[in-house]
Nanobody, 128 residues
Framework: QVQLVESGGGLVQAGDSLRLSCVAS????????MGWFRQAPGKEREFVAA????????YAANSVKGRFIISRDNAKNTVYLQMSSLKPEDTAVYYC?????????????????????WGQGTQVTVSS
């Protein structure tokens, strides 16, 4: 089992940048594919970005493509979400998610049900 703790959220202005971090407990972080999701008030939790266990593949939602970059450092048990050119519509609670890999195929996963473990979330608020 893995525990995930997000950090780095806050209140920023439109156009600013922010980097979220998610630290995972345990010694098998490189066995997990990772993802970021977000949930705005009154809306469903939606996919933001994902990265394979070995960083070979990444994928971002169209709404953030070109502005958000996902990366990971397996030596630090950490996955990052670098967010730039932030917009008010990016305001949400951002969640980190992990999926234990059995077959290490470098797949990225975009569905909520693809992930086994979730962090508690970190609030990102973008003012106009």
């Amino acid at each position: 089992q893995v525990q995930l703790v997000e950090s780095g959220g806050g209140l920023v202005q439109a156009g600013d940048s922010l980097r979220l971090s998610c630290v995972a407990s345990g010694r098998t972080f490189d066995s997990y594919a990772m993802g970021w999701f977000r949930q705005a008030p009154g809306k469903e939790r939606e996919f933001v970005a994902a990265i394979s266990w070995n960083s070979r593949n990444t994928y971002a939602a169209n709404s953030v493509k070109g502005r958000f970059i996902i990366s990971r450092d397996n030596a630090k048990n950490t996955v990052y979400l670098q967010m730039s050119s932030l917009k008010p519509e990016d305001t949400a609670v951002y969640y980190c998610a992990a999926r234990r890999e059995v077959i290490f195929s470098a797949t990225v996963y975009t569905g909520k049900n693809d992930y086994n473990y979730w962090g508690q979330g970190t609030q990102v608020t973008v003012s106009s």
